[in-house]
């Protein structure tokens, strides 16, 4: 009998159990996956580790608030931050050789954006102006933030961000570059709300840092973490339903291969199409229920894995978005490139190495180009393995397409690589479970309720990136939101506080 | 639109979407303690108006206000006056 179960051990999961054990509970931590954290675990090919699930944030640096996150679950001890170029982190190139490089630093942002585009001086100055003022009050991040200072009506009620821009500029440029950072969430700039990506974006405009070791070391310093803290970590167990007493109380877990763990409070940290599956159908009232499935995914993607014969110079501490002239998937039928009601950024890869910050081997590198799965929907009945040729076929055409780009743009990648590898949303339906290959889960967007913690059914929770957002700090803030719920907020915001004076 | 089918949309859709009982429907009861809505419910409930009426509800105050059924049609009621006009 544990005090509390967490279903899923990804960054949010991770969170909520070492809040939990930190606060004394016994609890355990229920993954499917051989080992925990598979997102951020990444794979290993051709010798070289191949980050998933991380690679850059923001907030990492001394004093911020992802590393004071750290500082209180003890990951900071096993991890070792490396900034990127604080001259510029991210580099944007178009095909007509315009070329940025978005620097660290809100001032230095709006100084060099501004000699780029002269005129939009008071535009770029109040773009970053309201995105920071946005991103330095996070709740948890900024333990001096009231909790529940954003009512759930004024996030479902906030412009787009295509919205937000119309209104700043009429520079078409301008706007697609400050709409270039959708891809750190996957929502399109049409549906997203301006605070919502202020939320995600902010942090990296004040410091944008990696992980030495990548996504793996952070999970390596996690898993550390869990055995000091006590948490038993039950991998390769799928959970396949919450169990409910009579009184309608969470009473534990039953796994697919019939065991039953037993806990009065269970949190789930998987997809909310997965966590209503693991629930008979009555317990939810029709509303509550059509409101979790009727989700949207946030966009997909075609991953190109490369390796390279030496390190690269350019993606050392940078990624490039690179604008083409034309789109990367060649269309099958044609139709738009749709997905919940939002569009693709068709012609945008962004390339970053394969594992962040591993010295001075960075001996790899992936493409990520923005696509939807209904573009492969004639080959979803297929899986992982078993795919016809027809699918095969469609994927060397899009790898020579998405290589054909590079080359014109870098060819220095190109030059260097020796082999690669397609994932296509199918793929990363496969692997990461995730419906319909959606990068980051559901989506967040205009006019739609933010989803709570706390549900109906008395002991069960909800957490994850479905819940705040996507990425390793949404994910970890859902986890302190929902510890929040159960444990009192002021009690968690009370301890970041200190972490904040001993920081400091 | 009569105000009587305005209050049958509403109490339609609350019956369905909340699974609550037609027949005890009665404007004087409270949302809370007669008919089992609690505060979790309330975004619900926004979102179950909105589908109904096909429009924004963004006076949250008034709907932290709302305790009866009948409080419920009078907020619509409202609303509504405010969009013709
Ligand atoms: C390609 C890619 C690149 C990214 N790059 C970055 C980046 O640079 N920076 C950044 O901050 N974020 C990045 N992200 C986003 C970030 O990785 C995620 O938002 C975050 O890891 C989500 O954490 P989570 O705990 O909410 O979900 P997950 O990590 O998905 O956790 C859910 C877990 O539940 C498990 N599970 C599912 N169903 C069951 C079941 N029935 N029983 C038991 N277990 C189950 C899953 O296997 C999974 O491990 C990236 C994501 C992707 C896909």
């Not at chain 1, 940025?100 to 109040?126: N, Q, T, W």
Request: charged share 20%; aromatic share 8%.
């Amino acid at each position: 009998m544990y005090d509390a179960l967490v279903v899923g051990s990804g960054v949010s999961g991770l969170t909520n159990a070492l809040l939990l054990a930190q606060a004394g509970q016994r609890v355990a931590v229920v993954e499917r996956a051989q080992q925990c954290a598979p997102l951020l675990r990444g794979f290993e090919r051709w010798g070289i580790q191949f980050d998933t699930g991380f690679h850059y944030a923001g907030a990492l640096a001394d004093g911020e608030g992802l590393q004071r996150f750290f500082n209180l679950l003890g990951l900071d001890r096993h991890v070792e931050i490396e900034p990127m170029r604080s001259s510029g982190f991210d580099r944007i190139i178009t095909a007509a050789g315009f070329s940025y490089d978005f620097p660290v630093g809100g001032d230095e942002i709006v100084r060099s954006l501004s000699d780029k585009f002269p005129r939009e001086r008071s535009a770029i100055r109040r773009f970053i102006d309201d995105t920071l003022q946005v991103s330095d009050h996070l709740p948890y991040i900024n333990p001096t933030t009231p909790i529940d200072q954003l009512s759930a009506f004024d996030r479902a009620h906030d412009v787009s961000l295509t919205d937000y821009l119309a209104a700043l500029t009429t520079n078409p440029m301008l706007r697609r570059l400050l709409s270039l950072h959708c891809l750190l969430h996957g929502i399109a700039p049409e549906r997203v709300p301006f605070r919502f990506h202020a939320s995600v974006i902010g942090p990296y405009f004040r410091s944008a840092s990696t992980i030495v070791g990548g996504g793996l070391a952070l999970a390596n310093a996690f898993e550390r973490c869990l055995n000091e803290a006590g948490v038993d970590l039950i991998c390769d167990a799928e959970v396949e339903q919450i169990l409910l007493s009579s009184n309608e109380g969470v009473e534990g877990v039953e796994l697919s291969d019939g065991t039953v763990i037993h806990s009065q409070t269970v949190i789930s940290t998987i997809h909310p199409h997965y966590t209503l599956n693991c629930l008979p159908d009555r317990v939810f009232r029709p509303i509550y229920r059509k409101r979790l499935s009727s989700l949207d995914e946030s966009m997909s993607a075609c991953v190109l894995f490369a390796r390279c014969r030496q390190p690269l110079e350019v993606l050392r501490g940078r990624n490039l978005y690179l604008l083409s002239a034309s789109a990367t998937s060649p269309p099958i039928q044609q139709q738009h490139q749709q997905y919940g009601r939002g569009s693709v950024d068709e012609k945008l890869l962004y390339v970053t190495s394969a594992n962040a910050a591993s010295g001075s081997d960075c001996g790899g590198f992936m493409v990520i180009a923005p696509t939807t799965a209904a573009q492969f929907s004639q080959w979803c009945q297929s899986r992982l393995g078993q795919r016809p040729d027809s699918y095969n076929m469609y994927k060397q055409r899009i790898s020579a397409q998405m290589i054909g780009q590079l080359e014109q743009s870098q060819p220095e990648l190109i030059a260097a690589m020796d082999r690669c590898q397609l994932a296509t949303p199918l793929t990363l339906r496969d692997y990461m479970f995730s419906p319909d290959g959606a990068l980051y889960g559901v989506q967040h967007q205009v006019d739609q309720y933010p989803l709570q913690a706390i549900t109906r059914i008395k002991g069960l929770y909800l957490s994850g990136q479905a819940l705040i957002a996507p990425g390793v700090m949404g994910a970890m803030i859902s986890g302190f939101s929902t510890c929040g719920t159960i444990l009192g907020h002021d009690r968690l915001v009370g301890e970041l506080k200190q972490c904040h004076q001993t920081i400091q | 639109m009569t105000e009587q089918q305005m209050i049958t949309i509403i109490n339609d859709a609350l019956v369905e979407e909340f699974e609550l009982d037609a027949d005890e429907m009665q404007p004087e009861l409270s949302i809370y303690d007669d008919l089992g809505l609690d505060s979790l419910d309330t975004v619900d409930m926004v979102i179950v108006l909105e589908g109904a009426f096909k429009f924004k509800i963004r006076e949250e105050a008034e709907i932290k206000e709302i305790r009866t059924l009948g409080d419920i049609h009078e907020f619509v009621k409202r609303k509504l006056a405010a969009e013709v006009n």
